[in-house]
């Protein structure tokens, strides 16, 4: 039987190539004694050799370890005698690595993405020592002539790695090198399993379902002539085949009966019932088992209908021929050292995705495949994967060493992930053909290859081969032709930017996508997560380390004008705090119901981000210490399968119901305008009916949709099987928002299973809006159920908090409350009383 051992331990690091004297780094610190998986930067942050490169201005003291030349070394004893093979397996190497064996090159690779294998049967029952040498992941764009450097503009273009380790728009650049994925030796006799393809389809006619497996496993054997058999074993089905000598592989196509319970769903449109595929190679002649694998697997159609159709192109995607409105959020690597994201941190990110009401994940292309954690995680959950292949913002050169490397890690990555129900797409690159179209990469290139070779041929023919009932789409935003524009919002899918970087989110109201991919709005971290990282004193807006944590460009200026038109930019440090992340929360609901207001035409968004990599000013609406931004209430509240928003329809207003669910939804709702002492001035009430997937558009009369006093009075909508819908006539710098009069209950429970728990009311003497409780100015680990909180005269909310709460009174309580009235001039700085530093 094949057997592994993980080679963690043991390992030491040393430098190659000495830094220069700003490393401050000196021989008698080295080496260094490590485990892998790891990586330099993090190696050397447990050695107490550099400083945290998230903390402060750090990270720009550390660029000569990306310009560094690195080696991890450790002995390896092997035996001899109970296996005729033996292997060293690296998952993953980062990047430029030269492999020795007792001071022999073994291997040279170019490529983080791929898994590299050597064989060790030449030092059977030696004691070897292996040495893995990492060049600077800067030599291929350094080497390049002067002309290539200027065409195509940036490192990642030369090299197969993480595209953002050399920064980006939210991220530090912190060029990486190490052993960043699991090292193991195999051992194993006879034959292997080298590739495992299973490509799972279902036939359904009405109630007769029938799963099929068409599974391709393919072997590594030695030369000896032994009779070898491959079984499998699917939802109760057992096969065996035998393979002949000459043969590396076998094709099973499987049918298993299937009942509806076993179909696998998208989250909110059913379960998600995984099965075992067993794979065993057996010598056929002693009956052992030479090598065996469990993959999971699910039983479902995918497709994207892209039916042209009276409006364009639409971009719509089918799970059992249930078209599916997508939800989702796109995902880059949550730490800069990937390496250090293990399950249950891929299980807190993505229960984050789950709780507000996603059901897609985008995995964009400027970061990785993901580890197979991510996808299991995915299955399980329910939510669909939109995977890009690793191409990102940039021109790549069409070399045949750079075709063959890119082609390799297709094959392989498409191998291992194509397994995953939840993966529906596969996806050419990230913003490529909007580079091509928009920016200026026509006459800087000057007919240089520019990538469209890997987007049109290269990739789609790779899925095509190895995962034949895949989705391949060219690129994200792609129109669906390269002759029509890639980012046509009639066709295809959409990136939506020009609200951030220059016309305000009012503008979202113009565009009518047929499926948006990308569109969010920044807001710096939580309070805690911010002052845990940068120490500036005072702490400013423009505060050196606050300004290094935001790596937009003209980051601050953008959040700035898109606050404008609602709030004079306060000048209190912690005033401007909340009012930059209310911003982006009120950014997210007013694009979000606008596109998904505009059902059947959109049928689906993907909101620019879920998570963060470290602490920054960002998009995400959850921050690089785990905590949900308020943005992450609103994107909750807009996420809702089924919700209702009042929305402009020419000369009016018009209440929009929109219907995610598979299930009819029905009831009366009931709209009114009222004034700010929550007084009715008129109300309309309107019976319903919304069929599952569907919207329905209700226009309110001239009672409801004029208001007398713009500024002093608003509509609610109150809606059988919704969260209540709002209006507002005027700005919130025109409202007259009036003192809320806020009174505040704490009442502490120890529920089982909970932690420690507490509640807080707060009732409103009068109007409040965007009421929120911000849990970590209670306590480093606090959390709580709710913000954004928009009461009426008279009316209560309930706040939930867990974990313990570092001083529980309601003075603590009212000192971290905030509220939209707050930015009003007459009220700004009232609240906290927390020092700017």
Same mark, same amino acid.
């Given at each position: 039987?094949?057997?592994?051992?993980?080679?963690?331990?043991?390992?030491?690091?040393?430098?190659?190539?000495?830094?220069?004297?700003?490393?401050?780094?000196?021989?008698?610190?080295?080496?260094?004694?490590?485990?892998?998986?790891?990586?330099?930067?993090?190696?050397?942050?447990?050695?107490?050799?550099?400083?945290?490169?998230?903390?402060?201005?750090?990270?720009?003291?550390?660029?000569?370890?990306?310009?560094?030349?690195?080696?991890?070394?450790?002995?390896?004893?092997? &035996?001899?005698?109970?296996?005729?093979?033996?292997?060293?397996?690296?998952?993953?190497?980062?990047?430029?690595?030269?492999?020795?064996?007792?001071?022999?090159?073994?291997?040279?690779?170019?490529?983080?993405?791929?898994?590299?294998?050597?064989?060790?049967?030449?030092?059977?029952?030696?004691?070897?020592?292996?040495?893995?040498?990492?060049?600077?992941?800067?030599?291929?764009?350094?080497?390049? &002539?002067?002309?290539?450097?200027?065409?195509?503009?940036?490192?990642?273009?030369?090299?197969?790695?993480?595209?953002?380790?050399?920064?980006?728009?939210?991220?530090?650049?912190?060029?990486?090198?190490?052993?960043? /994925?699991?090292?193991?030796?195999?051992?194993?006799?006879?034959?292997?399993?080298?590739?495992?393809?299973?490509?799972?389809?279902?036939?359904?006619?009405?109630?007769?379902?029938?799963?099929?497996?068409?599974?391709?496993?393919?072997?590594?054997?030695?030369?000896?002539?032994?009779?070898?058999?491959?079984?499998?074993?699917?939802?109760?089905?057992?096969?065996?085949?035998?393979?002949?000598?000459?043969?590396?592989?076998?094709?099973?196509?499987?049918?298993?009966?299937?009942?509806?319970?076993?179909?696998?769903?998208?989250?909110?449109?059913?379960?998600?019932?995984?099965?075992?595929?067993?794979?065993?190679?057996?010598?056929?002649?002693?009956?052992?088992?030479?090598?065996?694998?469990?993959?999971?697997?699910?039983?479902?159609?995918?497709?994207?209908?892209?039916?042209?159709?009276?409006?364009?192109?639409?971009?719509?995607?089918?799970?059992?021929?249930?078209?599916?409105?997508?939800?989702?959020?796109?995902?880059?690597?949550?730490?800069?050292?990937?390496? /250090?994201?293990?399950?249950?941190?891929?299980?807190?990110?993505?229960?984050?995705?789950?709780?507000?009401?996603?059901?897609?994940?985008?995995?964009?292309?400027?970061?990785?495949?993901?580890?197979?954690?991510?996808?299991?995680?995915?299955?399980?959950?329910?939510?669909?994967?939109?995977?890009?292949?690793?191409?990102?913002?940039?021109?790549?050169?069409?070399?045949?060493?750079?075709?063959?490397?890119?082609?390799?890690?297709?094959?392989?990555?498409?191998?291992?992930?194509?397994?995953?129900?939840?993966?529906?797409?596969?996806?050419?690159?990230?913003?490529?053909?909007?580079?091509?179209?928009?920016?200026?990469?026509?006459?800087?290139?000057?007919?240089?290859?520019?990538?469209?070779?890997?987007?049109?041929?290269?990739?789609?023919?790779?899925?095509?081969?190895?995962?034949?009932?895949?989705?391949?789409?060219?690129?994200?935003?792609?129109?669906?032709?390269?002759?029509?524009?890639?980012?046509?919002?009639?066709?295809?899918?959409?990136?939506?930017?020009?609200?951030?970087?220059?016309?305000?989110?009012?503008?979202?109201?113009?565009?009518?996508?047929?499926?948006?991919?990308?569109?969010?709005?920044?807001?710096?971290?939580?309070?805690?997560?911010?002052?845990?990282?940068?120490?500036?004193?005072?702490?400013?807006?423009?505060?050196?380390?606050?300004?290094?944590?935001?790596?937009?460009?003209?980051?601050?200026?953008?959040?700035?004008?898109?606050?404008?038109?609602?709030?004079?930019?306060?000048?209190?440090?912690?005033?401007?705090?909340?009012?930059?992340?209310?911003?982006?929360?009120?950014?997210?609901?007013?694009?979000?119901?606008?596109?998904?207001?505009?059902?059947?035409?959109?049928?689906?968004?993907?909101?620019?981000?879920?998570?963060?990599?470290?602490?920054?000013?960002?998009?995400?609406?959850?921050?690089?210490?785990?905590? /949900?931004?308020?943005?992450?209430?609103?994107?909750?509240?807009?996420?809702?399968?089924?919700?209702?928003?009042?929305?402009?329809?020419?000369?009016?207003?018009?209440?929009?119901?929109?219907?995610?669910?598979?299930?009819?939804?029905?009831?009366?709702?009931?709209?009114?305008?009222?004034?700010?002492?929550?007084?009715?001035?008129?109300?309309?009430?309107?019976?319903?009916?919304?069929?599952?997937?569907?919207?329905?558009?209700?226009?309110?009369?001239?009672?409801?949709?004029?208001?007398?006093?713009?500024?002093?009075?608003?509509?609610?909508?109150?809606?059988?099987?919704?969260?209540?819908?709002?209006?507002?006539?005027?700005?919130? /710098?025109?409202?007259?928002?009036?003192?809320?009069?806020?009174?505040?209950?704490?009442?502490?429970?120890?529920?089982?299973?909970?932690?420690?728990?507490?509640?807080?009311?707060?009732?409103?003497?009068?109007?409040?809006?965007?009421?929120?409780?911000?849990?970590?100015?209670?306590?480093?680990?606090?959390?709580?159920?709710?913000?954004?909180?928009?009461?009426?005269?008279?009316?209560?909310?309930?706040?939930?908090?867990?974990?313990?709460?570092?001083?529980?009174?309601?003075?603590?309580?009212?000192?971290?409350?905030?509220?939209?009235?707050?930015?009003?001039?007459?009220?700004?700085?009232?609240?906290?009383?927390?020092? &700017?530093?």
């Amino acid at each position: 039987m094949l057997h592994r051992t993980l080679l963690a331990d043991s390992w030491s690091l040393d430098v190659l190539s000495p830094p220069g004297e700003e490393s401050g780094l000196t021989p008698d610190r080295l080496p260094l004694t490590v485990t892998v998986p790891g990586s330099v930067h993090t190696d050397l942050l447990a050695a107490g050799v550099i400083p945290d490169p998230y903390l402060d201005l750090n990270e720009l003291d550390l660029a000569w370890i990306g310009r560094t030349s690195w080696v991890y070394r450790r002995t390896l004893s092997l &035996s001899e005698g109970l296996h005729t093979h033996t292997d060293l397996v690296f998952e993953g190497l980062d990047t430029l690595a030269t492999i020795a064996i007792d001071g022999d090159v073994a291997s040279m690779t170019a490529n983080m993405f791929r898994t590299y294998r050597l064989s060790l049967d030449a030092y059977a029952g030696r004691t070897i020592e292996i040495a893995v040498t990492f060049d600077s992941a800067w030599r291929p764009f350094d080497q390049a &002539s002067d002309d290539d450097r200027a065409a195509y503009g940036a490192a990642p273009s030369f090299i197969r790695k993480m595209a953002c380790n050399f920064g980006w728009d939210w991220g530090p650049a912190l060029v990486t090198a190490g052993i960043w /994925r699991p090292v193991w030796v195999e051992t194993w006799s006879a034959a292997r399993l080298a590739d495992i393809r299973p490509s799972v389809t279902v036939d359904i006619e009405e109630d007769d379902i029938v799963g099929r497996v068409n599974l391709t496993v393919k072997l590594e054997r030695d030369r000896a002539e032994r009779p070898i058999a491959v079984e499998i074993e699917v939802a109760g089905r057992t096969e065996t085949a035998r393979i002949a000598a000459s043969s590396p592989a076998v094709v099973f196509d499987t049918t298993v009966p299937l009942a509806p319970s076993d179909l696998w769903w998208p989250r909110g449109y059913g379960e998600q019932p995984l099965h075992d595929l067993v794979v065993r190679v057996r010598d056929e002649g002693s009956g052992d088992v030479l090598d065996e694998a469990v993959r999971r697997i699910g039983f479902r159609n995918s497709t994207v209908d892209m039916t042209p159709d009276a409006d364009g192109t639409p971009f719509v995607f089918v799970v059992n021929g249930t078209p599916i409105p997508i939800r989702g959020f796109n995902w880059i690597p949550d730490d800069c050292f990937p390496h /250090r994201v293990d399950r249950t941190r891929i299980d807190e990110r993505l229960a984050a995705a789950v709780e507000a009401n996603a059901n897609m994940i985008r995995v964009w292309g400027g970061g990785l495949y993901e580890s197979d954690d991510f996808y299991d995680a995915c299955d399980e959950l329910g939510l669909l994967v939109w995977q890009d292949f690793a191409f990102a913002c940039a021109p790549y050169p069409e070399t045949q060493e750079l075709r063959d490397e890119i082609e390799a890690e297709a094959r392989e990555n498409v191998t291992r992930l194509m397994r995953h129900p939840s993966l529906v797409l596969w996806n050419g690159n990230n913003e490529n053909w909007l580079g091509w179209d928009d920016w200026d990469w026509k006459p800087r290139l000057a007919g240089r290859p520019w990538g469209e070779g890997y987007y049109l041929d290269l990739l789609p023919r790779v899925v095509a081969e190895l995962h034949p009932n895949a989705t391949y789409w060219p690129g994200s935003p792609y129109s669906g032709s390269p002759d029509v524009y890639s980012n046509d919002r009639s066709h295809g899918v959409v990136h939506l930017w020009d609200a951030w970087n220059s016309e305000g989110y009012a503008v979202f109201r113009q565009d009518r996508p047929r499926f948006a991919s990308e569109f969010g709005w920044q807001a710096p971290p939580a309070w805690r997560t911010l002052t845990d990282a940068v120490h500036d004193d005072p702490m400013t807006p423009t505060s050196p380390g606050v300004l290094h944590h935001q790596k937009a460009i003209d980051g601050n200026g953008k959040l700035s004008r898109g606050l404008a038109p609602y709030f004079d930019e306060p000048t209190d440090m912690a005033d401007w705090h909340w009012a930059m992340q209310l911003n982006q929360a009120r950014a997210i609901r007013f694009s979000v119901e606008h596109f998904r207001s505009l059902r059947p035409l959109n049928m689906g968004v993907i909101l620019w981000q879920l998570n963060d990599c470290w602490p920054v000013a960002s998009w995400a609406v959850v921050d690089g210490a785990g905590r /949900r931004r308020p943005g992450w209430f609103a994107t909750r509240d807009v996420y809702a399968p089924r919700l209702a928003t009042i929305q402009p329809r020419g000369d009016g207003l018009a209440l929009i119901l929109v219907n995610d669910t598979a299930v009819q939804w029905s009831g009366q709702a009931h709209i009114r305008r009222v004034g700010l002492d929550g007084e009715q001035r008129a109300i309309e009430s309107v019976d319903f009916v919304t069929a599952a997937g569907d919207a329905t558009e209700i226009s309110l009369g001239e009672a409801v949709s004029r208001a007398a006093q713009p500024d002093a009075e608003l509509l609610v909508a109150d809606i059988d099987g919704a969260e209540r819908a709002w209006w507002y006539y005027v700005s919130d /710098r025109d409202f007259a928002y009036p003192d809320p009069g806020l009174s505040v209950q704490l009442i502490e429970r120890l529920p089982e299973n909970e932690g420690v728990l507490t509640e807080v009311v707060v009732r409103a003497e009068n109007f409040v809006r965007d009421l929120t409780i911000h849990p970590d100015r209670l306590g480093e680990h606090v959390t709580v159920d709710r913000m954004l909180v928009t009461l009426l005269p008279g009316e209560t909310g309930v706040f939930r908090f867990t974990g313990v709460i570092a001083a529980a009174s309601e003075e603590a309580v009212v000192a971290a409350i905030r509220h939209a009235g707050d930015l009003v001039e007459r009220r700004v700085g009232e609240k906290f009383g927390v020092p &700017s530093s």
